[in-house]
């Protein structure tokens, strides 16, 4: 998100929060009383000002507070048995490839921020920052106190609704329109609001970010499919603790403002009984194909030939793909097998010929018909590159493949008739002779006239 969008939805939510705050309070509860400031007004409104002016607070400072960036030069205590996650593969501490640097616990790389954010949870875009270590506790009294508000808003202007009703006090039309336009815009903002701070009130008590949610919901998946065995979330400390760790540890100051988390955000408590080196977080899929990492420092280099195995190392004897397939003895002087070392019975492969190397491509008295097999159907030759992952087939010459086809079923005794006509036999006499030679048109001329 650029900038200037970014403030563009800042300046939005503001302006929303002004708008349900203080247009209830000039155009409908100031004209209900009267335009008086009496004792019982100031009952009514005190409260409901002091929850939008910490709303707005808690909403300033999960602006502008950083939620935490990984220092410059940074690197883990490796000897350290209980501060510092590792890669899935290599076992040594998490690397991120875009800040070139190492990345502590439960930390991430932000797309938008562009860069490693501190126990990342989401980055958002109505507060144009990410949350994280530092304004995460900032961000859950925000979400609490818009809860706490707006539903007093609401009580109120339904009260405002009710007394018109029962007490005949009905409002004017400027304040009919705006009963309508609060209810419209205040409870949207509850429903949609109260839902997200419901789903950040159990991960504040389960100590979990968003994005170690989404790890966890993986995780229990892999749990049921039966892949992986259950493993403990480390970071789960317990339901005091974990409150601690964000809004602070005394209990009578969790609902103010500017209360530090714990931590430097570098390192965190893991739960009792847990060994950060026995079970990784998050586990990984034992089926899935995981890309292997290298070591920080490691560069992708192309190879020196282009013409190297799976493994990277050089095929010495890579031969054209229009090779022939030679079978020679077992016994035969060359270095490879007949089969690929994929193949089932590679190790095997006594009972196999193998590959003359030195031998010449000698494909030009094959018209493309195929060797026959054991049932006397021809089939295309199959040819494979010694190195290759797979056999080459050759393209299939129909016209031929039609005729071996029709030839091996014709000459199959018993299962046709053949029809073989006789040859046509000579006339015997000389009028037979010249009755053969008279032309057909004649001949009807003559049967018409009554000759023949």
């Not at 002091?50 to 709303?55: G, M, S």
């Not at 925000?142 to 007093?152: E, G, H, N, Q």
């Not at 209810?183 to 701070?197: H, N, R």
């Not at 408590?269 to 890309?291: K, Q, T």
Request: with cysteine; proline share 9%.
């Amino acid at each position: 998100m650029g900038r200037l969008t970014g403030r563009l939805f800042v300046f939005f939510t503001t302006c929303l929060i002004a708008f349900i705050a203080y247009s209830s309070q000039i155009f409908i509860i100031w004209p209900w009383y009267g335009r008086v400031f009496s004792l019982e007004l100031l009952e009514l409104l005190l409260p409901f000002n002091i929850l939008v002016a910490l709303l707005l607070w808690n909403y300033a400072l999960c602006v502008n507070t950083d939620p935490g960036g990984v220092p410059p030069h940074w690197k883990p205590d490796i000897n350290d048995a209980d501060g510092y996650e590792v890669k899935k593969l290599t076992r040594s501490p998490r690397y991120c490839r875009t800040c070139r640097n190492y990345k502590p616990p439960r930390a991430h790389h932000c797309s938008q921020c562009k860069r490693c954010v501190l126990r990342m949870d989401h980055h958002c875009p109505w507060v144009n920052n990410c949350v994280g270590h530092f304004n995460y506790g900032h961000f859950v009294r925000f979400l609490f106190y818009v809860d706490l508000a707006c539903s007093y808003h609401f009580a109120m202007v339904a009260r405002r609704v009710y007394s018109s009703t029962t007490y005949w006090d009905e409002p004017d039309g400027l304040e009919l329109i705006f009963i309508v336009l609060n209810f419209a815009t205040c409870i949207p903002v509850l429903l949609a609001v109260g839902i997200f701070s419901l789903y950040h009130f159990y991960y504040l008590l389960t100590n979990t970010t968003t994005i170690e949610g989404w790890e966890k919901d993986k995780a229990a998946t892999l749990v049921r499919r039966g892949r992986i065995q259950e493993i403990k979330f480390p970071y789960n400390l317990g339901m005091r603790r974990n409150i601690e760790s964000v809004l602070g540890s005394n209990p009578l100051l969790w609902c103010w403002p500017s209360i530090p988390p714990q931590g430097n955000g570098l390192k965190y408590p893991l739960a009792s009984g847990d060994d950060s080196g026995g079970e990784e977080w998050p586990p990984r899929d034992p089926e899935a194909y995981v890309h292997p990492e290298e070591d920080p420092p490691h560069r992708f280099q192309l190879p020196a030939s282009p013409w190297t195995y799976e493994n990277g190392s050089l095929n010495p004897a890579l031969q054209p793909s229009s090779a022939r397939r030679r079978k020679t003895t077992p016994t035969a002087q060359g270095p490879y097998a007949s089969v690929p070392p994929y193949h089932p019975d590679y190790h095997n492969d006594t009972n196999y010929s193998t590959y003359d190397s030195g031998s010449e491509d000698d494909d030009d008295d094959d018209d493309g018909g195929g060797e026959q097999n054991n049932d006397g159907v021809g089939r295309p030759r199959e040819f494979v590159r010694r190195g290759s992952e797979g056999y080459e087939v050759r393209p299939i010459n129909r016209e031929a493949l039609l005729a071996q086809y029709i030839e091996d079923r014709t000459a199959q005794p018993g299962r046709y008739n053949l029809y073989v006509p006789d040859p046509p036999s000579e006339p015997d006499s000389g009028t037979e002779l010249e009755d053969e030679q008279v032309p057909l048109a004649e001949k009807l001329e003559q049967w018409r006239a009554g000759v023949v």
